[in-house]
């Protein structure tokens, strides 16, 4: 039986023009620039206008994926958003997309988990791709952090920002695209990476309100060691799937979180820093968005080239991990 494999062949991207800096939010919480560099690498982020929803940002990254692929939206046999931020309970924000963009023979729906959820796209995407149900899959994420944020707690408010990416899988040549891909989750301890309130087990109400509980709630320590343990672990499986050994590895897109974490993977792979693309201290931890926002960064600034090995690797509530490499299959000039 021939093997299919499945690569990217567009990708898309989009941040908020409003800029918030670390001296902005040293204004209303009490912390200060060199505070949140110390422990974050953060110095700015984007959020979007309170007009603005979910829906909103991804629709707009997903019709620049569709322009760098060179595709309509008619093409599109299949939409799935990850984001923690969608725009309603129901219907899904994948469906508000699909009527944004009109990708009108297209299925659609959304994932959640957090963080690890484009990855977790990709490789739900593949399959679709693979089976030969769908030809063109459009894979996005997004999120408006900013409007689940509690702007009064000054450990969690630093670190998030708004953003959107996307991307086309479809059918690529042998041996190039997805390689290999390691997905997980630990729900033993989902409960430090939380928004506690909105969902059927505390539906919102009064108290839920004053209590600000629909707001992110997130154990620090916690959530940080398990992502430099779960960084190494997820990186070390997915090259090891490929038949690949750490040396061959030629780009790491990490999830944009903590640039102490991103360190450390580092330190782990024994990657270089010309190895790996951060832009955290532009655009904060923007969950979903993060790893494809950064991928299409590093495309643009030409830092990956056809026939490179790229390791994808992030983490996220729930708790969960994910983690692909891709053998880069598009050149610039595709």
Not at 286 to 301: H, T
Not at 306 to 322: M, Q
């Amino acid at each position: 039986m021939e093997k299919i494999y499945v690569g990217i062949f567009g990708i898309g991207s989009y941040v908020p023009e409003k800029l918030i800096t670390n001296e902005d939010l040293s204004k209303i919480v009490d912390t200060s620039n060199e505070w949140i560099v110390e422990r974050t690498g953060i110095q700015e982020r984007r959020i979007v206008d309170e007009s603005i929803a979910t829906s909103d940002i991804a629709s707009i990254a997903a019709k620049r994926a569709l322009e760098d692929a060179k595709l309509k939206a008619e093409d599109i046999d299949l939409i799935i958003v990850a984001t923690a931020t969608p725009d309603h309970s129901f219907p899904s924000t994948a469906c508000i997309v699909q009527k944004n963009i009109g990708a009108t023979k297209a299925a659609a729906f959304d994932i959640s988990v957090g963080c690890s959820g484009f990855v977790y796209g990709l490789v739900v995407g593949e399959q679709f791709v693979k089976s030969g149900l769908y030809e063109n899959v459009l894979v996005i994420g997004a999120e408006t952090l900013s409007k689940i944020v509690d702007w009064q707690d000054r450990n969690t408010c630093v670190l998030f920002g708004d953003g959107a990416g996307a991307c086309i899988l479809e059918k690529c040549e042998e041996n190039m695209g997805i390689l290999a891909s390691e997905l997980g989750s630990d729900g033993r301890n989902g409960s430090v990476l939380i928004q506690p309130a909105g969902g059927s087990r505390q539906p919102a109400n009064e108290d839920t309100v004053k209590n600000r509980l629909h707001f992110i709630r997130m154990e620090g320590r916690e959530v940080f060691k398990f992502a430099v343990r779960v960084m190494d672990k997820a990186s070390q499986s997915v090259i090891d799937k490929a038949n690949l050994k750490l040396e061959d590895i030629d780009f790491l897109v990490p999830h944009q979180a903590n640039v102490r974490i991103i360190d450390a993977a580092a330190k782990k792979l024994n990657l270089e820093q010309g190895k790996i693309y951060v832009n955290l201290n532009k655009y904060g931890n923007m969950s979903s968005a993060s790893i494809p926002v950064a991928l299409n960064e590093a495309i643009e600034e030409k830092r990956i080239k056809k026939g490179d090995n790229v390791l994808l690797v992030a983490f996220g509530a729930g708790l969960t991990w994910a983690s692909m490499i891709i053998k880069w299959n598009r050149r610039e000039e595709d």
